[in-house]
Every structure is written in C-alpha cells, then in structure tokens.
C-alpha cells in the first residue's frame, strides 16, 4: 500500500531567493538563498528567533503544510521525520565561534541544543504540539528520501497513521566546504509532505508513493534495478525519471531529466515537487545517491481513481 | 496478519569498560568506573575534568573518522559472535548524537580561514560514517539508515529494525548505537552545568551531573526463524516498544514526565505485560539532579519500589547515541546470566528518587522482563521491551 500525499508545501514557492556568492579556497560558488522568512507571521512559540536557518525554515514549512488540514488532536498523534545532511556543520560553527574568538566558558547555552542532530524533528513537534516518533535521518544527499522511506514502514507498522516528512538545507560556507564544493551552484529549500496509508477519500490526494527503495550497492546493480523499472513502465501512460547517471539506459521513460543545482538532499525532493506540481505524469521515479555507495529511488503513480472521475 | 518473533544473536560493544562484550560485562557486573581524566587535541578543559573516553582503542582503520573506527569495532564482533554470513544481513540501522566528530576539528580551520583536509571534510558527510564501516567490512548491497535520535538513537534504530523484522521486510538487522567523545558535546553540558564534578552518581542524593562519553553497541536482530534454522544461540527476545516527544522543551525534560511515562506505558501495552511483570529496568539515570528525579517519580509510579534499576551511565559515562544500544546489551545479558548490574558510585540513597537503585555490585535474580529507557534531547523517549528467550511458539499474544 503506497502513502498519499495528503499536502505539501515547499518554501521557495512562497518566498523569494536572493543571489549571493561564497568565496571558498580560491573557488566561487554562486548560492540562491532564501531570504530569512520572520518566524513569527507563523507561532507564537517562544524562543524561536534565534534558531539556525534550516530549523525556522522547517517549523515555518511543517505549520504551513499542516494547518488547516490537521486539528490539535489529530497533530499529537502525528509522526515527525527530517531530512538533511550538512547544516548540522553550520550550527555547529555558530555554537563554536565565541570558543575560537575567546574562550570556550562564553559558548552559548541557549546554542548547544542546535548542534545535536536531531534538533530541527525537535523543534518541529514541541511546535505543532506532536507527542508521537519523532526523528532526523541524516544520509548525506539520500536524506529525503530516505526520511520518507522510514515515515513509510512506522506507517506500515500502525505506530502512526499520519507522517509529516520534512527536507531541509541551510546553505553556508561551512557547508559547501564539507560538501568538497561539489558543485558550482547551490540552492537553499525545504519541503514538507503531509502522508496516510488510509485510503478513505480516494479524491483526497493526486500521487501516492508506492516504492521507496534505498541500499548500499554498487552503482552497476542499483541501475540494472532502473532498467527493469524502465522497461516495465506501461507504453499508453506518461513517464518520467530523474536521474544522475550519465549513461544511455532509460529508453521507455517519456521523460528523463538530470539537474546541475545542488540542493543537498532537496535535489531529488524538489525533483519530486516539479513533478507532481506538473500533475502530467502517470508514473515517476526520483532516483538519488550519496557518494558513500548508497543509492535510492521513490516510484510515485498517479491517482487513477481520481483522474477516472474527472 | 502473521508476525515474525524477533530475537537477539549477536552483540558488539566497545566502551570505557571494555572493548569486548566478556570484558565489558565482567567490569560492569564488578561495578567498576572507567571513566577519567579528559585527554583530547585542542581541547580546553573546563571547570569539569572528567569523561567517559576509551583511551585504549586502537582502531585498524587510521585514516577513518573515531566514531566509525568504534562502529567496525563493535560490528566486527556483533558479526563474529552471531555466526552471519555477510550475505545474510539485510539492514545496518544506526542511531547516534553527534554523528562523526570530525567537525571538532575542521570548524576551527574554517572559523579561522585555513583550508581543511579532504578527507577531514569528507567525514562531515555523515552517509560517510555509515558507507567507510560498510566499507571496511566488505558488507555489499544492505539496506542503511542513520538515526539521530540524539541519546535515545540506539533505541530508535533497534525499534525500526525489530518492526521491519516483525512485519516481514527483513530477517537479520543489525542495529547499532555509535558516537565518539565530542568537544562540541563538552563544551555545551558545561555551559548547561549539567556535567559531574567526579563520578557520575545516578540516583545517589549528592549527584551532580553526567558525564560525556563515547562508545559503541551493536546487536544483531533475526526472525526467530532464520535464527533457529541456524541454530543461533539467542540471547533475547524483543516484545515491544514505546515511543514518544515531550513536545514541551528543546533540552529540559517535562516537569512531571509526561512524555516518559507515555513511553514506557506504550510499550508495557505492546507488549501485553503489567509493570509487575516487568523483573529489571535499565534507567536511562544520566546522573543529572533533574533527570534522576524525574525518571524515579515515573518509575516509582507505574512500578513501585520493589523492581531493581540501575544506570550503567554511571560506569561508562553518558556515551551518546551509543548509550541506549550498549544499555539494550545489558538487558539482554541480565536476562541470560540472571544478575542485575549495578549503578556504581551509588553512597547515599536520595529519598526524592523512591526506587530500588542496585548499588554498587551486581544482584543474582532470575529476569524474564527487562526494560529499556531513554530519553533524549528535544524530549525524544524511547523504551523497550526484552524477554527471555523460552524457545516456545506464540504467535497473537504478543502482537500489539
């Protein structure tokens, strides 16, 4: 049974990018960062001002995809799952730099939670109020992916019946040094994803996920696993996959797309958003690997029974 | 629906009192302190001295981040002690704080503009903490995730391990708990006052905080079918779980306990057993005035207090995303030998924290029913059920 998206949100559909430059090592890196968004349009939550960006971006993201949809109640019982990969290294350097200028008894107290990894899920259900799992998957470029690939088996095992997924990167010099300036070009987001397995309203959602797939394997495999997709995709419906391989393998797939922006684990997220956003595609596959060997996809189908009805 | 029996085969740890699982449980049977003076390069040594590092582990692996030299450790021998074919394991689940702390390193030279090493920087890439052990281990085509659950991250990926087996996804998972000695860590439990001044003294009424360790501890999870078709020897079963957030505080834990109460009530009903049925509980017992006090009214609440408790925290430290697996080990080692760990440096009981602490020295007692606790930063709970391996068939009884 795949999960439904019941809503999702991504921040850069609301909020405007600004264009920066980083200077690292004798390299320039261009950035699109989202402007800081005032996190109290949203909560009256104290204490929230001074957190990192990638933290307020996810609160503000996972409030924006769940109001209105979910009640008080129905929030507590909610699953929380994040996803992301290097801004943990950013907050550390805002935690540590009073250390580095004078001494490490003016670190700041109020600084230290922000660099334990799983602060931003944290953040996340004492803000909505979620008394449920709560958790941060940090695999590096695979982050999203695989966060929505755990909120999808603790839905399977009735721990939950609602999951908020969230990806998120902050993009920092800090960062983009621990990345190995892997890229020219970075780009800040963060999405959130309202999922259900239950299948009460069929007209309620427009893509389930029905396959989440994500192992340590060698790359020959993990695109062997690709091809068999590819070749099974029905002729008469509309296809796509994302990809970041180079090769010629993809032969059924109307569609086939690579992206030169680094997003960290947003790439394939935002892939995944452009996509279902478009509402053209029958099925897709959003494809993602970390460099450590670790390769994933999501296979997303259309909601036939509601296009049926249309 | 029919589910799978999980049960424990293999165990692996490495810690300040043992870089063994026969080491490491003889020192804690003994009741004995490893922890001590904190040694680290670049590190400035506050008010507090002491933590809970292994200064003995010589990893093979030099040029790989500490935190992943401690996973091989305790993998290799969580393999070796449970007979797997590596071809047999189908997910490495790990739970950690800090991840790799490679960062307590590289942020200065970043801070200050000096370029950093690539294969420093390249240890910040936490997927890379999990592929270098995969790595080096010469483990192909498994499933992986990293948990950061903060202090309760072990337990995180135990439960994701044990529900994967139980609903059939998977028939062995190992499932490890991992995090190195972080300055970043030290600085900031000084800054909160939350470290001890010596010892680390759970539940003793002079306590006066934790102590920030490191350490490793992985089990090996099967379906008590792949396990008895090979003839495994099995420690434990696993029976159920809870899991829960404050909701309430980033780093101070609800005033009356309420998400830890939730916690453990929710795996006492998964698993179908009353608190009376429950022989040993593995406190999470940090040492810290506000944590012991509150986990012992909890505890005293839902159990009384007749049921022996103890806190290995008080041995080893506070290790982090590796404290819940290493104290996961511990239950399933009571179980077999029938001995209660102690909690040492235990002197003087604290009449706000009502509970049976076992002080000192280990206690003989038959243990069916061992819980698990911990709790973590941003009010993250987590508890866990093991029983006694009996060898008989149940099926429905013990399915939530």
């Known amino acids: ?310 | 629906m029919k589910r799978n029996k999980v049960v424990v085969t293999g165990l692996g740890v490495v810690s300040s009192i043992g870089e063994n699982v026969f080491e490491f449980w003889r020192n804690c049977l003994d009741g004995k302190v490893g922890t001590n003076k904190i040694e680290k390069e670049g590190i400035e040594i506050l008010n507090a001295t002491q933590g809970g590092q292994i200064k003995n582990f010589k990893s093979t692996y030099p040029g790989l981040g500490r935190s992943c030299q401690l996973l091989i450790a305790g993998l290799d021998e969580a393999i070796a002690d449970s007979n797997l074919n590596l071809s047999e394991i189908d997910r490495i689940l790990i739970g950690t704080t800090m991840g790799e702390t490679t960062i307590d390193y590289t942020l200065k030279n970043t801070f200050f503009g000096i370029e950093n090493p690539s294969t420093f920087l390249r240890q910040n890439q936490l997927n890379n903490l999990v592929g270098d052990a995969l790595k080096a281990l010469k483990i192909e085509d498994v499933e992986t995730c990293l948990f950061c659950n903060a202090c309760s991250g072990g337990n995180y990926a135990l439960i994701s391990g044990f529900e994967s087996i139980r609903n059939g996804l998977a028939d062995v998972i190992i499932v490890c708990g991992v995090d190195s000695f972080s300055t970043i860590a030290y600085y900031g439990f000084s800054r909160l006052n939350a470290i001890a001044s010596e010892y680390c003294r759970p539940f003793d009424e002079n306590r006066d905080g934790m102590l920030v360790a490191e350490g490793v501890g992985c089990l090996v999870l099967e379906s008590e079918k792949h396990a008895k078709a090979k003839n495994q020897k099995i420690y434990a079963e696993i029976i159920g779980y809870g899991m829960s957030s404050d909701a309430f505080h980033i780093n101070v834990p609800h005033p009356e306990g309420s998400g830890i109460e939730l916690a453990i009530k929710k795996a006492l009903d998964y698993a179908n057993l009353l608190p009376e049925q429950i022989d040993y509980i593995s406190a999470h017992g940090t040492g810290t005035i506000a944590n012991d006090k509150i986990e012992s009214k909890i505890l005293e609440n839902i159990f009384g207090n007749e049921v022996p408790i103890s806190s290995i925290k008080s041995m080893i430290g506070h290790s982090m995303g590796a404290a819940s697996s290493i104290e996961a080990i511990v239950c399933c080692l009571s179980i077999v030998h029938g001995k209660v760990p102690p909690t040492a440096n235990n002197l003087k009981k604290d009449p706000e924290c009502n509970i049976n602490c076992v002080p000192n020295i280990y206690q003989d007692k038959e243990i069916v029913y061992a819980m698990n606790n911990s709790y973590a930063f941003a009010g993250s709970n987590a508890s866990v059920i093991f029983k006694k391996y009996l060898g008989e068939s149940y099926g429905d009884e013990n399915t939530k």
């Open chain 1, 1 to 310: 049974m795949g999960m439904k998206i019941l809503n999702s949100y991504r921040l850069s559909d609301f909020y405007e990018y600004v264009d920066e430059t980083l200077d690292i090592y004798s390299k320039t890196i261009k950035v699109k960062m989202l402007k800081n968004i005032n996190i109290s349009d949203y909560t009256s939550s104290k204490g929230l001002k001074k957190l990192p960006k990638a933290t307020k971006n996810a609160i503000v993201s996972s409030i924006a995809c769940t109001n209105n949809i979910l009640t008080e109640e129905e929030k507590k019982d909610l699953g929380i799952f994040v996803g992301t990969s290097l801004s943990y290294v950013e907050h550390g350097l805002q935690f540590m730099s009073p250390a580095y200028e004078s001494s490490p008894r003016l670190v700041s107290p109020l600084m230290f939670p922000n660099t334990v990894l799983n602060s931003i899920s944290g953040w996340i259900s004492i803000v909505l109020g979620s008394k449920s799992i709560n958790t941060t998957i940090n695999t590096g470029q695979n982050s999203g992916i695989d966060a929505l690939k755990v909120a999808l088996e603790f839905l399977h095992s009735k721990a939950i019946n609602k999951a908020l997924v969230v990806v998120t990167e902050e993009i920092a010099k800090s960062v983009v040094e621990s990345d190995l300036l892997s890229s020219n070009y970075y780009m800040e987001d963060t999405f959130a994803l309202l999922l259900t397995l239950d299948n009460d309203d069929e007209q309620n959602f427009n893509y389930e996920i029905e396959e989440i797939y994500s192992k340590y394997v060698t790359k020959d495999k993990f695109l062997q696993h690709i091809m068999v997709i590819d070749e099974d995709f029905p002729d008469e419906e509309k296809n796509a996959i994302y990809g970041f391989w180079k090769e010629d393998i993809v032969r059924n797939a109307d569609y086939y797309f690579v992206n030169d922006i680094n997003m960290l684990s947003c790439t394939s997220i935002n892939q995944f958003f452009h996509c279902i956003q478009d509402n053209k595609y029958d099925n897709i596959i959003i494809s993602e690997n970390n460099k450590s060997g670790m390769f994933s996809y999501l296979k997303v189908r259309k909601n036939v029974r509601k296009v049926k009805n249309e």
